[in-house]
């Protein structure tokens, strides 16, 4: 007799104890969620994404690439609200390249013939790095690519362009 009581109370303790763990299973699970859309809004609002704006899912090899370089521009900087920089007209110059994917839609529209279109690629460039201080080029080139990045693919509707290039970055007054 004892071992039957024995042994329905240990059956019952094991339902109690699945019962218990389900319940458990199920807060913690629901919190864990909640908690990852905390930290992904956090790091969104902190810009720590993993992708840049405009940034292709997929890898793109150099073969199907094109680059397209831009001569050399000089634009000029807003000026510092802080007065920083004495009132005297700032400016940056440097090159830039587009790399283009080829098997792109775009591409075969507009790609192939891009250098009718210099100008207007010119001027989206202008009109986002002139918004920008001087200071605040030196601190996010990354961002600064990023925006012009996506004035560029504005420009075209189009993602055929997806990645913009700055070298010999110079700044003077």
């Not at 690439?65 to 400016?91: C, E, F, H, K």
């Not at 010119?122 to 996506?150: F, M, N, P, W, Y």
Request: charged share 20%; glycine share 6%.
């Amino acid at each position: 007799m004892k071992k039957n009581m024995l042994t329905v109370l240990i059956l019952a303790l094991l339902i109690v104890n699945l019962v218990l763990t389900s319940v458990l299973m199920v807060s913690v699970m629901g919190t864990n969620q909640k908690t990852s859309e905390l930290v992904n809004n956090i790091a969104t609002v902190m810009r720590l994404e993993l992708t840049q704006p405009g940034e292709q899912g997929q890898e793109i090899s150099l073969e199907d690439t094109a680059v397209y370089n831009l001569t050399t521009m000089t634009i000029p900087l807003a000026n510092d609200p802080s007065g920083n920089d004495g009132g005297v007209q700032r400016y940056i110059q440097f090159d830039a390249a587009l790399s283009m994917n080829m098997n792109s839609d775009g591409y075969k529209t507009y790609g192939e013939t891009i250098a009718d279109r210099e100008s207007l690629v010119k001027d989206a460039i202008s009109s986002v790095v002139s918004a920008h201080t001087e200071s605040e080029c030196r601190a996010d080139l990354e961002g600064l690519k990023a925006e012009i990045l996506q004035a560029v693919q504005n420009l075209f509707q189009s993602d055929f362009i997806y990645q913009v290039a700055i070298s010999e970055v110079k700044f003077g007054s």
